[in-house]
């Protein structure tokens, strides 16, 4: 069954302390794996796609990477607008889009 | 501005009501997929149309349905409404028939059945 599943659920930083999320996947023929950011009440936004183990993406204090079977979003010395929640997502079986739940973020001045 | 406008932004209603959620998608995308967003379920997807024509379909309720016009805009139709169908509606749109980099959100629509 196809799953994604992000660790963990709330992050509370300190601003300038850098620490990573998680998201782990189960899906057959990975076609891409999906990071967004959303600010609440908003829609979500589009950061990075990645589609091969050992790729990695870079913007601003943010960096995406993957493995076979799961991908990392490294956030460097945040900053209190880097809050919001991080969503993962790939696309799986019958053209379907698999969010995970999210790891909601706050940095804290 | 992701260029998808969605509206009403909110909605509130009664147990038992009907109400339509329409998304306009960005200019030239063929694609548009609806999504719920409940707080304790994270983004679910419901349905996509692709150039007027259904192309997936996922948990979306049978009391719920959905359509693409000749101008490519969308409605969503929600039906005999129940308290648990309170949540954010959002739709997403692509030039291609599949999802990609290119997908965009709108900035949803919040329902709240009373």
């Known amino acids: ?109 | 501005d992701s260029g998808v406008t969605q509206t009403p932004k909110h909605l509130i209603t009664a147990t038992g009501q009907r109400v339509t959620l329409r998304c306009s998608p960005r200019s030239g995308d063929l694609s548009v997929y609806w999504y719920q967003q409940s707080l304790d379920q994270g983004l679910q997807f419901l349905i996509q149309y692709y150039n007027g024509e259904e192309r997936a379909k996922g948990n979306i309720l049978e009391r719920f349905s959905a359509q693409q016009f000749p101008d490519l805009h969308s409605e969503l139709n929600l039906s005999s409404l129940e308290l648990g169908d309170s949540a954010l509606y959002f739709c997403a749109s692509s030039a291609a028939s599949v999802w990609g980099t290119e997908a965009f959100f709108g900035q949803g629509t919040r329902l709240t059945v009373v």
């Open chain 1, 1 to 109: 069954e196809d799953q994604v599943t992000q660790s963990p659920e709330a992050l509370r930083l300190q601003e300038g302390e850098s620490s990573s999320l998680n998201c782990s996947y189960t899906v057959s023929g990975l076609r891409g794996l999906f990071w967004y950011r959303q600010d609440p009440g908003k829609g979500p936004e589009f950061l990075f796609t990645l589609y091969s183990a050992g790729e990695e993406k870079e913007k601003e204090r943010l960096k995406a990477t993957l493995t076979k079977k799961e991908s990392f979003l490294h956030i460097t010395a945040p900053k209190p607008e880097d809050s919001a929640t991080y969503l993962c997502a790939v696309p799986g079986t019958g053209n379907q889009f698999y969010f995970g739940t999210g790891t909601s973020l706050t940095v804290i001045p």
